[in-house]
């Protein structure tokens, strides 16, 4: 495991939730970040402030990631900022709204297609220079869910099939990227209450009827998300790659 002093992360979706926790776990660990973000800029600021207060670097910038063009702006400022990338997180996705089969049309399917792979798609090419000349190698983590593993609740069925897909495109980056020292790993969160996610799509009543099945008997927090990011970017120099980390207090058992 090596120290991430000085490393240059890039986090998507860092405004609030697991992305916010995300970046303010890397700062601590002694990264420079950059924070995309889409909506507000309160969080951001926040990471802002905490960097420098620590005497380290931090900057952030906006784009809508299902746009290449945003996208490309976006890392292309992050690279000039940082002076490269060694760490990137894929965070940013959602479910969007709870569909049924018969409720879902064309135009759903795609958002959330868009939101939940093709922002990674971008991102990742985008960024995928920088990280091949990362001196010590680089780390990427994918962001995808236990309803990836499982298939979800009712009315995800579109949000966990992108998910899984998340999962199988970690394993086949893996491979492919692993020639160039760039190690590629997902985590898949179960529960995670405290996000916009949960906060706007899950009901008490549905989170408490969860909860109840966890054997650990909570559900999960950002912070929990985010340690287990920060263990994954600790090993750039490592073996850990194509691996899934599940993080559902022990519902999911691989």
């Known amino acids: 495991m090596g120290s991430l002093a000085n490393k240059k992360a890039f986090i998507t979706g860092a405004e609030q939730g697991i992305g916010k926790a995300v970046a303010e776990h890397l700062i601590d660990a002694g990264c420079d970040v950059f924070i995309h973000y889409f909506m507000g800029e309160e969080g951001p600021k926040e990471l802002v402030a905490r960097a420098e207060a620590r005497g380290q670097r931090a900057a952030f910038g906006k784009a809508d990631l ?18 490269g990338i060694d760490i990137l997180v894929n965070n940013v996705g959602g479910i969007i709204a709870r569909k049924y089969l018969g ?3 064309s135009k759903f399917w795609q958002t959330v297609i868009d939101v939940n792979m ?12 920088a990280l091949e000349k990362a001196a010590d190698g680089a780390s990427v983590i994918n962001l995808a869910s236990l309803a990836g593993r499982c298939g ?10 992108t998910k899984g897909a998340v999962l199988t495109w970690t394993r086949s980056l893996a491979a492919e990227l692993g020639g160039k020292g760039i190690r590629v790993n997902a985590v898949a969160p179960g529960l995670i209450l405290g996000t916009r996610f949960h906060n706007t799509h899950t009901t008490k009543e ?24 920060v263990f994954l970017a600790e090993q750039y120099d490592g073996f850990i790659s194509g691996a899934t980390l599940d993080i559902n207090g022990g519902v999911y058992r691989a």
């Open 66 to 83: 299902t746009n290449e063009s945003e996208t490309n702006a976006c890392v292309a400022q992050a690279v000039e900022f940082l002076g």
């Open 103 to 105: 409720e879902i049309d």
């Open 118 to 129: 093709t922002t990674m798609l971008h991102v990742t090419q985008a960024c995928l220079p």
């Open 152 to 161: 979800g609740h009712g009315g995800s069925l579109v949000y966990s099939m």
């Open 206 to 229: 549905s989170a408490d009827a969860t909860i109840a099945q966890i054997p650990l008997g909570r559900a999960g927090t950002p912070d929990d998300v985010a340690r287990a990011i």
